[in-house]
T-cell receptor
Framework: RKEVEQDPGPFNVPEGATVAFNCTYS??????FFWYRQDCRKEPKLLMS???SGNEDGRFTAQLNRASQYISLLIRDSKLSDSATYLC??????????FGDGTTLTVKP | DVKVTQSSRYLVKRTGEKVFLECVQD?????MFWYRQDPGLGLRLIYF???????EKGDIPEGYSVSREKKERFSLILESASTNQTSMYLC????????????FGDGTRLSIL
């Protein structure tokens, strides 16, 4: 079993849709959590950190459930420019990250 | 803004060559990492370093070595390149503090012929 598992995807949604990605992690000692975005043939870029109380950044909302070892990312009012692969990332030790394999999102006009 | 710079965006080498991939970060980060990314396999950690002259094996170190002589620079070495090392190589850095995300360079797309 992988340490970090994500929805298999791909997700194909129309513009304006709301879409949610889920991620589970196996190590209960995990301490910090992130969502990254990766465009085709580019490097991963930090989208947002995920806090225990949940956090929002514009159209993006991240949630963490430590008891269930579950992280989510909600994108509201999807834009064409949101098309990318979204990576769930979990840190167990300071600075060392485990990456999920990613979920691909395509937003269509 | 954190800047992680990889020496080449695209590189073509021949089987058996010794290949050097360089990575420099400008934010005085303690931790540096080398990954490779292949379709369907996600990001796989090759080596990482928590400090100058320190190195630790990641998940797939075979066929690679690293060097960290200065804090800002982390080099990945393919001792004798093989075709199965054709991949996208990504360098990242971060502070050695809990809660810090990794910052990536642009990546090097390496082809071994």
């Amino acid at each position: 079993r992988k340490e970090v598992e994500q929805d298999p995807g791909p997700f194909n949604v129309p513009e304006g849709a709301t879409v949610a990605f889920n991620c589970t992690y196996s190590n209960s000692a995990s301490q910090s959590f992130f969502w990254y975005r990766q465009d085709c043939r580019k490097e991963p870029k930090l989208l947002m950190s995920v806090y225990s109380s949940g956090n929002e950044d514009g159209r993006f909302t991240a949630q963490l459930n430590r008891a269930s070892q579950y992280i989510s990312l909600l994108i509201r009012d999807s834009k064409l420019s949101d098309s990318a692969t979204y990576l769930c990332v979990v840190n167990t030790n300071a600075g060392k990250s485990t990456f999920g394999d990613g979920t691909t999102l395509t937003v269509k006009p | 803004d954190v800047k992680v710079t990889q020496s080449s965006r695209y590189l073509v080498k021949r089987t058996g060559e010794k290949v050097f991939l360089e990575c420099v970060q400008d934010m005085d980060h303690e931790n540096m990492f080398w990954y490779r990314q292949d379709p369907g396999l996600g990001l796989r950690l090759i080596y990482f370093s928590y400090d100058v002259k320190m190195k630790e094996k990641g998940d797939i170190p075979e066929g690679y070595s690293v060097s960290r002589e200065k804090k800002e620079r982390f080099s990945l070495i393919l001792e004798s390149a093989s075709t199965n090392q054709t991949s996208m190589y990504l360098c990242a850095s971060t502070r050695h503090i809990e809660g810090q995300p990794q910052h990536f360079g642009d990546g090097t797309r390496l082809s071994i012929l």
